[in-house]
């Protein structure tokens, strides 16, 4: 069974290479618990499974959490690039399937509300180092503090998470109203997760669907489902991602399919730049 939803509806350099432009994708959530950072690290393997060099940004600042699901544990973070001790390339970590991960500090409350003056020192380390990768998965913390809008809008694609539950929906529909109307923001594409079936997904997206184009005046567009399993709550608690211990669970067969549909994404018609472009018109 298919899991679309669609019955929904070293300093920038100057060398002139033949790579396209990293592919910038922030995956976002109006509340947390909706199983984000699970759908970040599973697509990222999904993604290396098509062939693309993936680096995953762990951008929620003040709780984060992407290492410690994957059980790593990483000796450097953001918070010594942010302080001039390290280069995001020092701090490195070696993911699951190939991906590597830039992991952010936990239970550092300083790191929630950077200032623009450590956002142009990430923003240069960051351009510095995704020149080498086709996509950069940007985990943003859930919510709608100036740090997730900031991520989100920086993206080229901004893909929300939701659940079945009424407040992921009635989080997500707030985090879209603040992004489309002091960003605007017009394209958002909703991954619902953690659910029974597809019969739920469709209702779950609907939902949100039809205020959003309601009171919002937005479309949105569903990119799929992930269904909730046994293997996805083992998974965790052995700290590894489900494509990579039970590659055959139906989750896991969700995830590669979605890693599959993201990989053919076609670039933006009207892209908004380079990642450093993206940060420096946001700062002014």
């Not at 300093?11 to 592919?23: I, K, N």
């Not at 410690?68 to 953001?78: N, S």
């Not at 992921?168 to 909703?190: G, I, N, P, W």
Request: charged content about 20%; proline content about 5%.
């Amino acid at each position: 069974m298919s899991h679309s939803v669609q019955e929904c509806g070293a300093g920038p350099s100057s060398a002139v290479t033949d790579r396209p432009p990293v592919q910038v994708i922030s995956v976002t959530s109006g509340k947390g618990g909706v199983g984000k950072t699970n759908v970040v690290a599973n697509l990222g393997v999904a993604l290396a499974r098509e062939g693309k060099k993936v680096l995953v940004l762990d951008a929620d600042l003040g709780l984060a959490n992407l290492d410690v699901l994957l059980g790593l544990v990483p000796q450097w973070t953001i918070e010594h690039v942010l302080n001039g001790t390290k280069r995001l390339g020092d701090i490195l970590l070696d993911g699951p399937g190939g991906i590597k991960i830039l992991p952010a500090s936990s239970g550092l409350p300083q790191l929630t509300a950077l200032s623009e003056a450590q956002l142009l020192v990430l923003q240069d380390e960051i351009e510095r180092l995704t020149q080498a990768y086709d996509v950069l998965l940007i985990d943003t913390a859930a919510g709608i503090s100036s740090n997730v809008t900031f991520f989100a809008s920086a993206a080229h694609e901004i893909i929300v998470v939701v659940s079945p539950e009424p407040t992921s929906l009635t989080d997500a529909y707030a985090l879209m109203k603040v992004l489309s109307r002091r960003h605007r923001e017009q394209r958002f594409r909703v991954l619902v997760n953690m659910v029974k079936h597809q019969r739920e997904a469709i209702h779950v997206f609907r939902k949100l669907d039809r205020a959003a184009e309601r009171f919002l005046h937005l479309s949105l567009d569903a990119i799929g489902f992930i269904p909730q399993d046994d293997y996805l709550p083992l998974s965790v608690t052995e700290q590894r991602a489900v494509v990579d211990l039970f590659p055959k669970a139906p989750s896991s067969k969700a995830f590669l399919q979605l890693g599959s549909a993201v990989a053919k994404w076609e670039p933006a018609a009207h892209p908004k730049g380079t990642v450093q472009f993206l940060w420096r018109h946001l700062l002014r």
